[in-house]
């Protein structure tokens, strides 16, 4: 069985610096699938800003924009369950496909061990993470099988960008066309929009 990428999160909104990660986690590792997995409720938040089901909408959006592989898909397996779902899970539920590795931010790779059933993952599942420009990837951790790709994508956070369109501020540089035209359309994040102009 081959490599198969997984790539979790809120997405809330899925941006370009997502989409620039996968793409360069895809061209590394070149994994026979790769699945995009939009969170139904992350463990590490309080709260999200949008539905499930429009950050899974929106995640569909910006893959259409990003990708033409047809390997390469949103997965509602976590909307699907209706409650947060654990890093394990995942791994249980997608390890007949082939060997998992998991795409995770470069701010996280500490807090793995924390995670729930935290030794498990630190020493026996694969996580990838993709170099961003400025944020420098944790040279001391935990994690027995970690891959760290090069990369120099920049951009907003999710959060940045949600502070963008409350304050009005034009985002699509930051985000895929098809995403910025679903926040228009549902009128999400609070801003006055008509950012597709």
Do not use: C
């Not at 898909?73 to 699907?80: A, T």
């Not at 170099?131 to 940045?160: C, D, F, M, N, Y």
């Amino acid at each position: 069985m081959g490599k198969i990428l997984v790539f979790g999160g809120s997405f809330d909104p899925p941006h370009k610096g997502h989409m620039q990660a996968l793409r360069t986690a895809y061209d590394y590792l070149q994994p026979e699938e790769a699945f995009v997995l939009p969170a139904y409720h992350s463990p590490n938040k309080v709260k999200h800003s949008t539905t499930p089901l429009d950050r899974l909408q929106m995640t569909t959006a910006a893959l259409r924009d990003s990708f033409k592989e047809t390997n390469v898909s949103v997965h509602p397996y976590e909307i699907v369950k209706k409650r947060r779902v654990y890093t394990h899970e995942v791994l249980e539920r997608f390890s007949s496909y082939g060997e998992v590795f998991f795409l995770v931010g470069s701010d996280l790779i500490k807090d793995i061990p924390n995670w729930v059933e935290g030794a498990f993952l630190k020493n026996d599942v694969n996580f990838v993470v993709v170099e961003r420009s400025g944020i420098k990837v944790p040279e001391v951790h935990e994690l027995q099988h970690l891959t760290v790709v090069p990369g120099r994508h920049r951009g907003k956070s999710s959060t940045a960008i949600r502070e963008m369109l409350r304050r009005d501020e034009n985002i699509s540089k930051y985000v895929p066309e098809g995403v910025v035209k679903y926040i228009d359309k549902n009128k999400l994040y609070g801003g006055k929009y008509g950012l597709v102009r």
